[in-house]
């Protein structure tokens, strides 16, 4: 007659598993993360290929999308240039989705990644507006150094080069130390880590304190196209 597992060896089992599971759950799961982060840096690095050709055939970039209703950045607010989609440098979406592309931020479902840009900017439908620049916040010497405090960059561009471009906004990309930015909203994003970080203010995304890092395992994922035409960002 054989002799069955008794009820102590049984609970050893499951304990045995138990602290294995315990042990290696964490591991996969950074294993997941750091997976699901690789497959947003390629797809951004796909965003920015649509840009260069973008650019090739228009001899601009395309407006920053904007939201006449002050959205908030988890909504539609900077989503992917809807030039992009028309041009064919970027797979549409059926005219009834509110996503301007099947380009889906995976850390933000159902809306895309975000596209900042400085110059041109759409504030209603598909409209350039004539007064208003699309600026991005840019630290001091960056990207060399980068600061989070207010007073450690400024908006570009500013005053005197909206005066000086005021005419022609597709020509600041190239002038500025920026020509674009597209970013994911990361992992574990919350609206509340951003404005304990900036309070109120759109200075988002390209200090390098906003990025991603395997340590803090939260931030933007982002890749910028600097004016020499060298890409910076999360990646690196």
């Known amino acids: 007659m054989k002799k069955g597992f008794t009820l102590v060896e049984l609970l050893v089992v499951i304990s ?29 690095r796909q965003i ?31 989503q ?30 159902g809306h895309t990644y975000k596209y900042r840009s400085v110059g041109e900017i759409i ?28 007073s450690e960059g400024w908006w570009r561009p ?3 080069e909206c005066r000086w471009y005021s005419g022609d906004k597709s020509l ?11 970013f994911s909203l990361g992992p574990r994003f919350s609206e509340q880590w951003l404005e304990e970080k900036l309070g109120f203010e759109s200075r988002y995304p390209v200090p390098k304190e906003l990025w991603y890092t395997p340590k803090q395992r ?6 910028i196209q600097l004016q020499n035409g060298s890409q910076v960002g999360s990646f690196e």
């Open 16 to 44: 045995i598993i138990a602290l294995l599971l315990g042990i290696l759950l964490p591991s996969l799961l950074l294993a997941r993360l750091q997976a699901k982060i690789v497959a947003v840096n390629a797809e951004l």
């Open 172 to 182: 600041l990309p190239l002038q500025l130390p920026v020509r674009w930015v597209v």
């Open 218 to 223: 939260r931030g933007f994922i982002v890749r």
């Open 48 to 78: 920015g290929l649509a840009l260069d050709l973008y650019y090739l055939d228009n001899k601009k970039y395309p407006p920053t999308q904007s939201d006449c209703a002050g959205g908030s950045i988890t909504d539609h607010l900077y």
């Open 80 to 109: 992917l240039p809807r030039a992009l989609v028309e041009g064919r440098y970027l797979p549409s979406m059926p005219k009834t989705s509110a996503m301007s592309t099947i380009m889906e931020d995976r850390f933000n479902h």
């Open 123 to 150: 504030m209603d439908r598909n409209l350039i507006d004539g007064d208003i620049f699309a600026k991005l916040w840019i630290p001091d010497n960056f990207p060399a150094s980068s600061g989070i405090n207010s």
């Open 158 to 160: 500013d005053d005197d």
